[in-house]
C-alpha cells in the first residue's frame, strides 16, 4: 500500500522536525529523498495516541517497577 503524497508545505515543515541537512529543491523534488520525508511523517503521525485516551501504561507500577 502506497504512503498518501504530503504537500509541499507539509514535506519542508517535516524536513525541519527531522532536521535534515537537505536543501529545500531535494526534499521536494520527486525521489528517494521525499519518500523517505513522506514516511516519516506518517509513520510519526499513526505513532500517536488518540487525543483524549487514557495512556496505556499505568505510571504508579512502571514507577514502582511492578511491570506485570
Not at 26 to 48: D, K, T
Amino acid at each position: 500500500m502506497p504512503i498518501p503524497a504530503l504537500t509541499d508545505a507539509d514535506v519542508l515543515r517535516e524536513r525541519v522536525r527531522l532536521r535534515l541537512v537537505c536543501s529545500e529543491a531535494e526534499a521536494l523534488a520527486p525521489g528517494p529523498i521525499r519518500r523517505a520525508i513522506e514516511a516519516a511523517a506518517h509513520a510519526r503521525r499513526s505513532s500517536r495516541a488518540p487525543a483524549g485516551q487514557p495512556a496505556r501504561a499505568d505510571l504508579k507500577k512502571l514507577a514502582a517497577g511492578d511491570n506485570e
